[in-house]
């Protein structure tokens, strides 16, 4: 099995930046894509971003511009660099991951517990 854990998140100002990471652990064989999706009270998850292995970024357009999403593959880690933080980026930030554990199994999905990210106005 996979497992995600988060970490970087926290309380910020309106304007300000936050990075989050993400490192995969466990029995890996290959990691597809990865990303980010985040969850505020009373809303559904919604995708933020997605990279996949060779590097391809897809972002939700409320975050286009002002969000990064990279990866380090050697260190199965993604990260989320958030830029021009705005008081409804303010939500649970979970990291995922398309990953298999050998090479004969299908992929699966796998998702950290969430981190807090707040934007104070």
């Known amino acids: 099995q996979v497992q995600l854990v988060e970490s970087g998140g926290g309380l910020m100002q309106a304007g300000g930046s936050l990075r989050l990471s993400c490192v995969a652990s466990g029995i890996i064989f290959s990691i597809n894509a990865m990303g980010w999706y985040r969850q505020a009270p009373g809303k559904q998850r919604e995708l933020v971003a997605t990279?996949?292995?060779?590097?391809?970024?897809n972002y939700a357009d409320s975050v286009k511009g002002r969000f990064t999403i990279s990866r380090d593959n050697a260190k199965n880690t993604v990260y989320l660099q958030m830029n021009s933080l705005k008081p409804e980026d303010a939500a649970v930030y979970y990291c995922?991951?398309?990953?298999?554990?050998?090479?004969?199994?299908?992929?699966?999905?796998?998702w950290g517990q969430g981190t807090q990210v707040t934007v104070s106005s």
């Open positions: 995922y991951a398309n990953a298999r554990y050998s090479s004969i199994s299908y992929s699966n999905d796998y």
């Open positions: 990279i996949t292995s060779g590097g391809n970024t």
